[in-house]
């Protein structure tokens, strides 16, 4: 019991590293999200389910340090086959949510506060933000500025169907975090990257705690509007990153491989999803 919850925190934990897949939809799949959101949301409910924490904790402390090199390496050397192999991966995801709208009363008010939502996430990720591979100096804007995606991170790394690197490239940090990250797993550039990633881990401290309390809330309380704003905006992460994606020359036959590659990613997850609800029942 301890190794597969071990080796289910290293795949939550890529998950987490890999732009358009969702670690907290990994938890679902596995079982075990509830458990996190509770065990988050209260320290009296931490130190009950402390053992649990602990245990997935390290796999997907070691998975996000470790991976990141390799996710990094594959971005910088086959881009555009890596993202839509991910965002097939992360689209396989969005029929499961669809089909557990379904399953509920949803009426008119609730598409339009889910659509207005919406809307909200895409002006705020659609801002005019800069990227960067690291920073020389931290001063106090910056430090503001990567508190400020630490929280965003969270939020999207706790929301079921949201992908919280899909979200940091949205806003021009992916990089700036990947890099830092596979450089204390090389131990290169050790001093900046903690100089990057100091102010991010305050922001997600900030933000899982907060969010872990919020997202209680809002599934018992607004179930139907919050399954609506994670379904919307799961489709709005895939649209804008393949945008991203075409916004470069390719030949027709790289084309025809990134599509391929899609599918790859896309009939993966599936197979992967149908494999663990036959486990289940």
């Known amino acids: ?21 969702s670690g907290a939809v990994l938890a679902m799949m596995f079982g075990v999200y509830e458990t996190i959101i509770e065990s988050l949301s209260s320290i009296k409910s931490f130190k009950k389910n402390i053992k649990f924490m602990c245990i997935i904790g390290v796999g997907i402390f070691l998975s996000i340090i470790f991976g990141s090199s390799g996710i990094k390496y594959l971005l910088d050397n086959f881009y555009v086959y890596t993202m839509m192999f991910f965002m097939g991966m992360m689209a396989s995801g969005i029929p499961s949510l669809v089909s557990d709208v379904k399953k509920r009363s949803i009426s008119m008010k609730h598409v339009i506060v889910s659509v207005l939502v919406v809307f909200i996430l895409i002006r705020l990720m659609t801002l005019d933000y800069q990227s960067s591979t690291g920073f020389q100096t931290l001063d106090f804007e910056t430090f503001i500025s990567l508190i400020v995606c630490g929280i965003l991170d969270a939020i999207s790394t706790i929301v079921p169907g949201i992908s919280g ?89 790289e084309f025809f491989i990134s599509v391929v590659y899609f599918m790859i990613g896309f009939i993966s997850v599936y197979l992967i999803e149908s494999k663990l609800n036959k486990c289940a029942k």
């Open 165 to 253: 690197t899909a979200v940091l490239m949205l806003i021009g940090y992916y990089d700036t975090i990947i890099t830092s990250l596979s450089n204390l797993s090389t131990l290169t550039d050790v001093a900046n990257s903690l100089l990057v990633l100091f102010p991010f881990f305050i922001g997600m401290t900030i933000g899982i705690v907060l969010i872990s309390k919020v997202i209680n809330y809002l599934f018992k309380y607004h179930s139907e509007i919050t399954h609506l704003t994670i379904i919307g905006f799961s489709i709005f992460s895939i649209f804008i990153l393949f945008l991203n994606v075409l916004d470069n020359t390719y030949t027709l036959f």
């Open 1 to 21: 019991m301890k190794i597969k919850l071990f080796f289910e925190g290293i795949i939550i934990g890529l998950g987490k590293i890999i732009p358009g897949v």
